[in-house]
């Protein structure tokens, strides 16, 4: 009795790769792509919501500690050592915390550029949607960034903007606490209180400063180490800041 089954190995049709957006496979595996992206960006922001949260957490318990030693021990130089020991603590904690969240942040512009790029893919399969993408349809860095709000022509606007961030406001704490530290500090080595006020003022600044900088720095390395494929200028136009 013979088989009169196919044979599932002969029935199997070759798979042929995809060589055009046209094939419907191609826009399958970009929107998986970009939902994984999507996917990113949201563990990147609710990773920097937890550790923020856990730092003022820390920073307040810290400050309760503080408060109730005080009530145990007068304001003398035991007083002082125990709380430059745990504004120590606190600095340590508040510039890893600020320093992750910069990464989160890294970590969410690689997505907002790989999702640049596959609406760019969309523009493509499907012409006649380009109009109604409200983000950046264009890989280079001045289209990607539109995705966080209207970029600001103005250096000190972009820094104000900065502080309203989670980051920023983390950061800001960071350095007042490295001055409060400085001031302590001062107080322990005996200068007055004049002196120790100006020395915290100092200590927080110069951290301010140097948290600054290092913030601005991270976009254009983010810049050099991310390859731009499709700019706005090669289509002679450019992707326009989301609507206010």
Request: hydrophobic fraction near 50%; charged fraction near 15%.
């Amino acid at each position: 009795m013979t088989d009169d089954r196919p044979d599932p190995v002969a029935a199997t049709a070759p798979v042929t790769p995809v060589v055009s957006l046209d094939d419907p496979r191609a826009l399958q595996i970009l929107s998986t792509e970009h939902w994984s992206l999507l996917s990113a960006r949201s563990l990147a922001y609710n990773e920097a919501f937890v550790r923020g949260g856990m730092f003022l957490t820390f920073l307040s318990m810290s400050f309760v500690a503080l408060a109730l030693l005080a009530q145990g021990m007068s304001f003398g130089a035991r007083f002082l050592q125990v709380a430059a020991v745990l504004l120590a603590f606190d600095l340590v904690m508040g510039i890893t915390t600020y320093a992750r969240i910069i990464g989160a942040n890294t970590d969410d512009l690689r997505a907002v550029h790989g999702m640049a790029r596959i609406r760019h893919a969309y523009t493509q399969i499907a012409p006649v949607t380009t109009p109604y993408f409200t983000t950046a349809t264009h890989d280079d860095i001045a289209s990607v960034l539109t995705a966080y709000g209207e970029p600001s022509t103005v250096r000190a606007g972009g820094l104000v903007y900065a502080f309203t961030t989670s980051g920023g406001m983390i950061g800001l704490i960071t350095a007042m606490v490295g001055g409060v530290l400085a001031a302590v500090v001062a107080l322990i080595a005996g200068v007055g209180d004049t002196i120790a006020v100006w020395v915290g003022v100092a200590g927080g600044v110069v951290l301010l400063v140097l948290l600054v900088v290092r913030t601005f720095g991270t976009v254009p390395d983010q810049q050099k180490r991310l390859p731009v494929l499709f700019p706005a200028d090669a289509d002679g136009d450019a992707d326009a800041a989301p609507a206010r």
